[in-house]
């Protein structure tokens, strides 16, 4: 174990050094000065608490999502569909928390994230379902719901629940808003960054604890390594399929806690800017590692933010592109490591594990 | 003349040192055998061979000219095959699809089936090597699916080919059928390097031995001068203890005999896959205290039996009871079914066993301790994953994780299917002593000579039913008339032939 994660943080150390070199090649050919971008855009994050809590407000939804899809991930259930099972969690709570307002505080919280919790996870139900009952493959399935989940949105919003002339719903009552750092220190005035920060980082911790020490967790990634064993082992290998996408998908409504309590008050047709695509590799990068994705996250937090602030020299593009040479680098960078690792350290690692 | 010669290699994997200063040279044109324990440094030598592993030091030659390979491409460029204990077979192809994977023969930019048909047809014919290019691989039994790798290895043309314990799959109708096409390699002037177990099998093809013991070539002889007393002394390095489980045996069957209770029952099962008959009003019985040989050719219901018993499959006809809710399994192929090489063998035991709802490293560790200790595990550092520990530990700790259920009902499927001599007696003795414990014990295994060794009662399974059933007295009885004759009458009846 000890190990393992000495391996893997010198493979994203190593791959984030070549992310900065590739990126400044790139800057150097479309005519930047790569010291000045990284440097302005590095102060900008860096030097203010707005900055700071920008970057934070921005890795918040990719933690609850890439937490989601880590269990997904771990059941080897490839789930591409966080994009539209985030989005249907999230109607589902702005939704219930304007129908049912009528409720005391303290019961229509918990009524209306289990009603985004149950949303998305019906959108992980459904292709899990298709997968056992007739094995179609669930990366069709969850891209094709995508579109079906948007769509039925952009019906219900339009007929039923925006307010006149635009893509949103009513603001939820104000006593449902979390509170902001802002409010309680200075330092990151300005800032949207707000409770439910923190709550995504609970959420990671306890996900990595259920995945990696409880029996649960170590059923689910038997069967995404071996399902044919599993059952041997005697898992439940269906049941526990469909508990990890359900579980998997309702974890990404959480993202709607992020936006709609704690930042505009309610649900807007496409406010996730694809969140549910970068959290795949957001995921990725951890290695589906839920206490990893909280640093992955924050890294595309800052990349996020540090896109906005160099806008004036660098098109914020330049931003994707970096955050894709990360994943390009860190798969190659792990190959690299891997086999320095088994041929070099194996003995200090034997001497260290005899001990 | 020499095809291969290995001279001082040394390979060490942290701080194993798994060939030690290794010099060894293979005669052209006949069959070379190494034997030698679970981790005794064989697969190890031969991959160095193939090009997998890079030796630390020593060299190879081939046909007197000093080589150095990369990767295996190099070695197959260089005319060396091998036969792998788990093939490498694309399931969703054909035959000729697997075969010619690699090694197109092309016309311009389009296959040339036509011709690949009539080269591979032709060493098929030379061979008997009896596969139809135009299944696909799913569809075949195991042993065909060997004859497969075999044509991959003949159609690149291979003057040396490596077998990797090729018997291991194979039922004694199989394993004879097999030798003749090594002979035939022999023949055509090819050259063979054979790592086994079995010593029946040395004394069967072996032109010379050579036995490795903790990665030192120990011991070398020619067929003349073949011993098998000797043999095992040397893989071992000390006593021989198949001998003493025999006698432990001998006073259990003299001792205490009471009247024993049905564990479970099985009435007219009946199962069918895709429209195939699988199991035919297959009928069993175990009681307490007793282990029920299932002997037969592979792919004739064994695997479906055990899935019935231990519920993955459920559609099937007919009655099934059972006084236990608890069962173990040992399956057949413990790459597939039998772990999760992932997760370390702590780990695989806490997750088997029913009420461990926390899995920490330091409980892991515990029973992995545990274990190592009772079962003699060798296991390279504390909590390393399964998939790190050689063949024969593997089993050995499938088997303590599910003995350590306590279940009154026991499947052993193929419990010792390339497993060396030591680990072997060692795991025939825990079967025993489940059975001394008074547990039902299912052994399904295609090595007729260890369903004789354990069962009480051995039954032949042909085509999903039982074509012949003998009980412990008709083994002794039919052994004192002759071992081979019974051998070929138990043999017959695997293939299906009644009399």
């Known amino acids: 174990m000890k190990r393992k994660l000495i391996k893997n943080i010198t493979s994203v150390f190593l791959s984030v050094l070549v992310t900065l070199f590739i990126t400044a090649l790139l800057l150097i050919i479309v005519g930047r000065n790569p010291v000045e971008v990284f440097s302005m855009m590095f102060y900008d994050v860096f030097a203010s608490g707005y900055g700071l809590g920008q970057a934070f407000f921005k890795a918040t939804p990719l933690i609850f999502c890439s937490t989601g899809l880590a269990i997904c991930f771990h059941a080897s259930l490839f789930n591409i569909g966080a994009e539209g099972q985030l989005n249907a969690g999230a109607f589902a709570i702005a939704v219930s928390s304007v129908v049912f307002s009528f409720l005391p505080v303290w019961l229509l ?101 259920v995945i990696y020490k409880t029996k649960f967790g170590y059923q689910i990634r038997s069967v995404g390594f071996n399902p044919v064993a599993s059952k041997y082992l005697g898992i439940n290998v269906n049941k526990t399929t469909i508990l990890a996408f359900v579980i998997g998908a309702g974890i990404t409504s959480l993202v709607g806690l992020n936006y709609i309590m704690g930042y505009k008050g309610y649900y807007e047709y496409g406010f996730s800017s694809n969140v549910g695509f970068t959290a795949i590799a957001v995921a990725l990068l951890a290695k589906n590692n839920p206490v990893g994705i909280i640093f992955s996250a924050l890294l595309f937090g800052v990349l996020d933010y540090g896109g906005l602030a160099v806008n004036t020299i660098v098109p914020k593009e330049i931003m994707f592109v970096v955050q894709a040479i990360v994943i390009l680098s860190i798969i190659s960078t792990d190959k690299i490591v891997e086999s320095f690792f088994e041929n070099k350290i194996l003995k200090i690692g034997n001497n260290l594990g005899n001990t | 003349m020499y095809s291969v010669e290995f001279k001082n290699i040394t390979k060490r994997f942290g701080n194993l040192t798994a060939n030690d200063n290794i010099s060894l040279s293979i005669k052209s044109n006949s069959v070379h055998c190494i034997l030698g324990e679970n981790g005794a440094g064989k697969s190890t030598l031969m991959k160095i061979l193939f090009g997998v592993y890079k030796q630390d030091s020593g060299e190879i030659y081939i046909k007197g000219k000093k080589i150095s390979f990369n990767s295996p491409l190099d070695a197959i460029d260089s005319g060396i095959g091998m036969l792998y204990q788990h093939f490498m077979l694309i399931d969703d192809f054909t035959v000729m699809e697997n075969v010619i994977l690699g090694k197109e023969l092309t016309a311009g930019l389009k296959l040339n089936f036509p011709k690949i048909r009539k080269a591979l047809l032709e060493i098929i014919g030379r061979y008997n090597l009896n596969v139809e290019l135009d299944r696909k691989v799913s569809d075949l039994s195991i042993s065909e699916q060997q004859k497969v790798e075999l044509l991959k290895i003949l159609y690149r043309d291979s003057g040396i080919i490596i077998l990797d314990e090729p018997t291991a799959v194979l039922s004694p109708v199989e394993v004879y059928e097999f030798f003749n096409i090594v002979r035939n390699f022999i023949k055509d002037g090819r050259t063979v390097l054979l790592i086994t177990h079995k010593l029946a099998e040395v004394k069967e093809i072996a032109e010379t031995v050579t036995v490795l013991r903790k990665g030192k070539n120990v011991y070398e002889t020619e067929r003349k001068k073949l011993d098998i007393g000797e043999l095992s002394r040397q893989i071992i390095g000390d006593i021989f203890p198949k001998e003493k489980i025999k006698e432990e045996d001998i006073e259990y069957i003299s001792g205490k005999q009471k009247k024993p209770a049905c564990v479970v029952k099985l009435e007219r099962i009946s199962y069918s896959e895709k429209g195939k008959n699988i199991l035919n009003n297959f009928e069993l019985n175990i009681n307490e205290g007793e282990i029920i040989g299932v002997c037969g050719v592979e792919g004739n219901g064994q695997n479906e039996i055990t899935d019935i018993l231990t519920g993955i499959i459920k559609n099937y006809k007919g009655e099934y009871e059972r006084k236990t809710d608890n069962i173990s399994v040992v399956p057949d192929d413990r790459l597939k079914k039998g772990m999760i090489k992932e997760f370390s063998v702590g780990e695989s035991i806490l997750l088997r066993k029913k009420g461990e709802n926390k899995i920490t490293q330091k409980r892991a560790l515990y029973r992995e301790n545990e274990i190592k200790k009772m079962y003699d595990i060798m296991i390279p550092y504390p909590g390393c994953p399964m998939a790190k520990l050689s063949g024969g530990n593997q089993q050995k700790a499938i088997v303590a994780r599910e003995i350590q259920l306590d279940s009154k009902f026991i499947i052993f499927s193929h419990p010792t299917r390339g497993v060396d001599i030591k680990a072997s007696s060692f795991i025939y003795n825990k079967i025993i002593g489940e059975k001394n414990k008074g547990n039902a014990i299912l052994l399904i295994s295609s090595d007729v000579d260890e369903l004789i060794f354990l069962s009480d009662r051995i039954v032949i399974l042909y085509k999903g039913r039982i074509l012949k059933e003998y009980t412990k007295e008709e083994i002794g009885k039919s052994l004192e008339t002759g071992r081979m004759k019974f051998l070929e009458e138990v043999g017959k009846y695997m293939i299906g032939i009644t009399e």
């Open chain 1, 109 to 209: 919280l918990p009524v209306s994230l289990l009603a985004g919790f149950f949303v998305s996870g019906i959108f992980g139900l459904i292709p899990a379902y298709i997968k056992i009952k007739k094995g179609v493959s669930e990366v069709i399935t969850t891209i094709m719901l995508n579109f079906i989940v948007m769509a039925v949105i952009n019906y219900l919003l339009i007929n039923f629940f925006a307010v006149k002339a635009t893509f949103r719903t009513e603001k939820i009552s104000d006593s449902l808003m979390l509170p902001k750092f802002s409010d309680y220190t200075d330092y990151f005035q300005g800032s949207s960054l707000n409770l439910s920060f923190i709550v995504s980082i609970l959420f990671a911790i306890i996900v990595f604890y």
